[in-house]
């Protein structure tokens, strides 16, 4: 079967420069060279380090697509435009001519080829290639869309999403988000539940790396540390878990915030702001590590005492959920979105996202501070749980998403 995986084109594959969802095509990618099972066609946008990575593929092939140099200046002269103009939605400007660029080339190789099936990962601008006739001719019932996220525009292509047989999705939430958004469509939407590196996740630091990381990030083996992994914006709950912090009346506490820097750095955003207003009086005890890269960040995991991962918007599954429990580790979350989905009924924490959030998420903590044998026992449970969401999982009900529906 060839698939060709259409990721975003905002980020390289592989994924020298981060990105969850591209971390997810690498992972299909890398499950690929074990199983065979299918051939891949990765397009990306160029990156020399990616171009370098992707060559140890056997069994897929990268299509990677430069962007002119007139296109990249272009975009920056708009988006500097934007800024001035429309601050709060500049980043919207930021590739626009260069996104065009990228499909439109994309829709060039996928007419000289010929697939049993096009995968576009999570960006509906890409469905402006089946607006050709010629792709809508050849591509129209192989066209197939992966949503991680809740719908947000079509970028003009409605009647192209409506057409679109089958969307694959991250939750039954996210299902039933694109279901509500597109009444209309003919898509059959599948459940593709998200994986991660389970292997790498449960593994132990040897004692002697894990007391180098401490003394680097200044954490000691009796510190209560609540580790927080995602960006910095609001609707993650990074605001309502740093007020909590704060007024824990812990001693030996520390609040582990991975893959962001922050105090001491240059320009900020709001939220970035009032976060250093908010923990100003417990500065010493927050730690902000900067990035990390993914193949580094179970460590992390494995010298803190809790996950906290409040978010208080729709959140479609995040992956940090999953890696904290394959960490042995407990998760305070929330019943956003599709959270609950990839919780543990036995041993999930989860809050209601109302007036109490902050109030029962202090309690929480307070509970599992006191009650170390309960938090491992949560912890035990969770690692359990999180056996289901492996990567080879992940890969074999990818590829069964694609197959026809059976009557």
């Known amino acids: 079967m060839k698939v060709a995986l259409f990721t ?23 499950e690929n060279e074990i199983h065979q099972s299918a051939e891949f066609t990765v397009l990306s946008i160029h990156d020399e380090i990616a171009v370098s990575a992707s060559s140890v593929y056997r069994f897929s092939k ?10 990249k200046s272009a975009d ?57 006739r010629r792709m809508k001719r050849h591509y129209g019932g192989k066209f197939l869309y992966h949503a991680h996220n809740e719908p947000n525009g079509s970028f003009l292509c409605k009647k192209q999403i409506e057409q679109c047989p089958k969307v694959l999705t991250v939750s ?44 680097e990030l200044g954490i000691s083996e009796k510190d209560f540390t609540i580790i927080f992994a995602g960006r910095l914006v609001e609707g993650k709950g990074i605001l309502q878990l740093a007020r909590v912090f704060a007024s824990l009346p812990i001693k030996e506490k520390r609040l582990l915030i991975v893959g962001s820097a922050f ?36 460590k992390y995991y494995k010298i803190s005492s809790v996950a906290g991962f409040v978010p208080i918007w729709n959140e479609p599954g995040a992956l940090t959920n999953i890696e904290a429990q394959a960490s042995s580790l407990p998760v305070v979350t929330t019943t956003s979105g599709g959270i609950p989905e990839y919780s543990n009924p036995e041993s999930q924490i989860l809050l209601p996202i109302d ?51 059976h009557e």
């Not at 084109?9 to 990618?29: D, F, H, R, S, Y």
């Not at 096009?118 to 960006?123: C, F, G, K, P, Q």
């Not at 959030?357 to 690692?383: A, D, H, S, V």
């Open 8 to 30: 975003a084109g905002v980020l390289p594959v592989p994924p020298t420069k981060g990105g969850a969802v591209e971390n997810l095509v690498q992972m299909l990618v890398e």
């Open 62 to 71: 990268f299509h990677f697509i430069k962007f002119p140099l007139v296109v």
């Open 76 to 132: 920056v002269i708009i988006y500097r435009i934007a800024r001035l103009i429309f601050p709060s939605k500049a980043l919207s400007f930021r590739m626009i001519l260069s996104r065009l660029w990228y499909i439109k080339k994309s829709r060039d190789f996928f007419l000289q080829n010929d697939f049993h099936f096009i995968v576009a990962e999570n960006h509906p601008s890409l469905f402006l290639v089946m607006k050709d």
């Open 172 to 215: 039954n939430f996210i299902s039933e988000s694109w279901r509500k958004s597109y009444p209309n469509g003919q898509a059959e939407y599948v459940f593709v539940p998200n994986g991660i590196d389970i292997a790498l996740f449960s593994q132990e630091v040897p004692p002697d790396d894990e007391d180098t990381l401490r003394k």
């Open 263 to 298: 105090f001491g750095t240059g320009e900020k955003t709001p939220v970035q702001k009032k976060l250093e207003e908010i923990l100003a009086p417990c500065q010493e005890k927050v730690v902000f590590t900067g990035y990390v890269p993914y193949q580094d960040i179970w």
């Open 355 to 405: 007036e109490k959030l902050e109030q029962n998420l202090y309690n929480k903590l307070m509970w599992l501070q006191e009650n170390p044998k309960i938090c491992q026992e949560i912890g035990r449970r969770n690692f359990e749980f999180a056996q289901q969401f492996s990567k080879e999982n992940f890969y074999k009900n990818f590829l069964h998403a694609l197959e026809p529906a």
